[in-house]
Antibody, heavy 123, light 107 residues
Framework: QVQLVESGGGVVQPGRSLRLSCAAS????????MHWVRQAPGKGLEWVAV????????YYADSVKGRFTISRDNSRNTLYLQMDSLRAEDTAVYYC????????????????WGQGTLVTVSS | DIQMTQSPSTLSASVGDRVTITCRAS??????LAWYQQKPGKAPNLLIY???SLESGVPSRFSGSGSGTQFTLTISSLQPDDFATYYC?????????FGQGTKVEIK
């Protein structure tokens, strides 16, 4: 069965960096785009970034563009999110999510989600 | 970016009620719309994609309709397990966005 397991969350000071990981199993990881979606405490869902199945395309929300970098290692079935210049407003649970469409070059809907990892940006 | 607006923000209903949630897009998104259910402390769960296609394993009391800019999610007979928050999401551009959510509460 499809499993997505995020890790790397924690408490970090404003302006510092953090890298999240998402370990995938149960499907052909190298054939699907992968996303990061976040949810601030008590708030709604916000899409953060997507990388295509082969790593050739990546897109970001305006709120993180220039600060966050999405990447993937298809040999390790792992998705990453490098978060730099963190701000208090980046505090959220970060979910990785699988794109629904095989070998798509653009985002679609999300058919599987991880359990999330909490990032708290605070001094 | 395309903005998604859900209404209402909160809905109070009883078991057995028919419930309708609306999602409006700021510009036409054809049928590129999904609906999710989220319970407290859990990840969202896909219910509907392409505006009206039911995800495998989702009960048939859930249905979706609409195209262009106006969409609805309907629960035909609300069950105890359905009290949750529901989100719409468009995927008609390179920057998918979610509605702000609709919380379905017990009346």
């Amino acid at each position: 069965q499809v499993q997505l397991v995020e890790s790397g969350g924690g408490v970090v000071q404003p302006g510092r960096s953090l890298r999240l990981s998402c370990a995938a199993s149960g499907f052909s990881f190298s054939s699907y785009g992968m996303h990061w979606v976040r949810q601030a405490p008590g708030k709604g869902l916000e899409w953060v970034a997507v990388m295509s199945y082969d790593g050739s395309n990546k897109y970001y929300a305006d709120s993180v563009k220039g600060r966050f970098t999405i990447s993937r290692d298809n040999s390790r079935n792992t998705l990453y999110l490098q978060m730099d210049s963190l701000r208090a407003e980046d505090t959220a649970v970060y979910y990785c999510a699988k794109d629904s469409i095989l070998a798509a070059m653009s985002p679609h809907y999300f058919d599987y989600w991880g359990q999330g990892t909490l990032v708290t940006v605070s001094s | 970016d395309i903005q998604m607006t859900q209404s209402p923000s909160t809905l109070s209903a009883s078991v057995g009620d028919r419930v309708t949630i609306t999602c409006r897009a700021s510009q036409s998104i054809s049928s590129w719309l999904a609906w999710y259910q989220q319970k407290p402390g859990k990840a969202p769960n896909l219910l509907i994609y392409e505006a009206s296609s039911l995800e495998s394993g989702v009960p048939s009391r859930f249905s979706g309709s609409g195209s262009g800019t106006q969409f609805t999610l309907t629960i035909s007979s609300l069950q105890p397990d359905d009290f949750a928050t529901y989100y719409c999401q468009h995927y008609s551009s390179y920057s998918p966005t979610f509605g702000q959510g609709t919380k379905v509460e017990i009346k």
